[in-house]
């Protein structure tokens, strides 16, 4: 039996026994105590229901969450192995979960952040995942976060990011104006507070936010929402014939396809020939892994999955090429089935006495 306490949003915690797993309700951001609360009342409430009591907690790898506090804690009173897992592996290995996967696949993981084992923020993954191990096999170009997390809540800064990237950033402080518009195009220069990350979200946060959507989101993820509702509404597109390389080392660039969009007046066209181009990118990349590590299964996981046009648009691409596609169906792709990845990542390396 695993304990596995998810992640810090969109937070659920998930019990497993066999071949069985109990995802909990819906707990929410671990960002105030009343949601603490929530999350180590549920533990409570299914011990007391499953009549069980685990033999291994898992958590996320990043040790400041409140969930992974509470897993350190709870494994510590009882004398029980503590599992750390990486956000990105969770997401491929709920997948894989679901639909009983064995062996190796390619794992697509696309979100807004996640701790990588290298200590960077991750967010747009592509590995070569089993139950129980990874390895990364690429990662989406490093986008700057200018102000570190504001850049989430803020995506006139990944625009600004982008536009810093396309040798533009003298364009920062006349296209927006914000006070700290001004500031930005040192920072970015200097590269002071602006962490690196591969996160697939910014990217859409910088698409966005170089058409204007929405500068001062209410909720990470919002620019992207509404971007993703344009694209819908304006119907297919062929995607930009140059908009993204892969390099040798698997990196997949995407700059290209914003140095299009930057100068696009038609956002609704804009939203459209970015999610076909990323769509197509992405395929190619699967590709491009595909060839190399001889696997055709691909598990699709992330926050940037529920996203429709882009999952409809990027299966029908891999399916033509004769990739067996599995996505999330019973649990959600975002941060809300980590729990679910992380219990079966968990209790594979339990029973294979790796921990």
């Known amino acids: 039996m ?21 995802v909990s309700q819906h707990i929410g951001d671990l960002d105030n105590a009343a949601t ?27 040790p400041d969450f409140h969930s992974s506090r509470f897993a350190a804690e709870f494994a510590r009173a ?13 997401h491929v290995a709920a997948v894989m979960a679901e639909h009983g996967l064995e062996g190796e696949v390619l794992g697509l993981a696309l979100d807004g952040v996640g701790l990588g084992t290298d200590g960077g923020v991750w967010g747009g993954e592509l590995l070569r995942a089993s139950a129980r191990h990874f390895v990364r096999l690429g990662h989406l170009r490093e986008l700057p976060l200018p102000g570190g997390d504001k850049a989430a809540r803020e995506p006139w800064r990944m625009a600004a990011s982008a536009l810093h990237l396309l040798g533009r950033g003298g364009e920062i402080k006349t296209r927006f104006a914000y006070p700290a518009a001004k500031a930005l195009p040192l920072m970015l220069k ?27 989101a209410a909720f990470e993820g ?12 304006h119907g297919t597109v062929a995607p930009l014939p140059v908009g993204h390389s892969i390099g040798a080392s698997g990196e997949l660039d995407l700059l290209p396809l914003l140095a299009r969009l930057a100068d696009e007046a038609d956002a609704s066209f804009g939203a459209a020939l970015f999610h076909a181009t990323l769509a197509t990118a992405l395929a190619d990349w699967v590709e491009w892994a595909a060839q190399r590590e001889g696997l055709r299964r691909v598990a699709l996981g992330g926050g940037c999955f529920l996203n429709r046009v882009l999952s409809r648009e990027l299966r029908a691409l891999l399916e033509a090429r004769g990739f067996e596609v599995f996505e999330a ?10 729990s679910l990845g992380q219990a079966w990542i968990a209790a594979q ?5 790796e921990i």
């Open 2 to 22: 695993v304990l596995a306490c998810g992640g810090y949003l969109k937070n659920t915690v998930c019990f497993s026994r066999g071949a069985q797993a109990f």
């Open 36 to 62: 603490c609360a929530a999350l180590e009342e549920t533990v409570g409430r299914l011990l007391e229901l499953l009549r069980v009591e685990p033999q291994v907690v898992a958590h996320d790898l990043h």
């Open 78 to 90: 009882r004398g029980l192995p503590l599992v750390p897992v990486q956000h990105h592996h969770a």
């Open 190 to 216: 200097s590269g002071v507070h602006t962490p690196p990350t591969s996160s697939c979200g910014r990217w859409f946060d910088a698409a966005a936010g170089l058409a204007g959507i929405k500068d001062m």
């Open 222 to 233: 919002q620019a992207a929402m509404l971007y993703e509702g344009l694209a819908e509404r």
């Open 329 to 338: 169906n019973q649990v959600p792709p975002n941060d809300g089935g980590l």
């Open 349 to 353: 390396r339990f029973i294979h006495e």
